[in-house]
């Protein structure tokens, strides 16, 4: 499974789970030149939510992450996170109509572990965590 598969199946999952908890999922894969959104999501609250997805595929040798020591949360990195930022602030500026005033909008993490010998992976067999307004 390449890098690419394990992004596309790690985003299905996210939306599988964020849909579980009640998310709205409004658009995949925005883009612009600058970067990318993987998922915008309206919550419960009717909050306007910036998903990024992370997902690791372990390593099936060793039960380890593939890239050793590292959690698909490490690989959000700062410069990745800034990006990210500017095309959410992008995409406001051009949609104004889906942020509620007192409820603004934010930018959440899904780190998604997937188990080694596992192709075709579901939620019960993923480690997921959600951080919420990083």
Not at 14 to 39: M, Q, S, T, V
Request: glycine letters at 8%.
């Amino acid at each position: 499974m390449d890098n690419i598969s394990i992004g596309k199946i790690g985003e299905d999952l996210a939306c599988e789970y964020l849909n579980g908890k009640g998310y709205r999922i409004l658009k995949r894969n925005y883009w612009k030149p600058w970067g990318e959104i993987d998922i915008i999501a309206v919550a419960k609250t009717n909050t306007l939510v910036f998903v990024e997805v992370k997902a690791l595929k372990e390593n099936s040798s060793a039960g380890l992450p593939a890239q050793t020591g590292l959690l698909p949360e490490d690989n959000l990195t700062g410069s990745k996170l800034r990006k990210l930022q500017r095309v959410c602030r992008g995409f406001v500026a051009d949609k104004p109509e889906l942020v509620r005033e007192d409820r603004g909008w934010q930018i959440d993490l899904v780190a998604i572990r997937i188990p080694a010998g596992i192709d075709n992976p579901v939620l019960k067999n993923c480690d997921i965590r959600h951080y919420e307004n990083i």
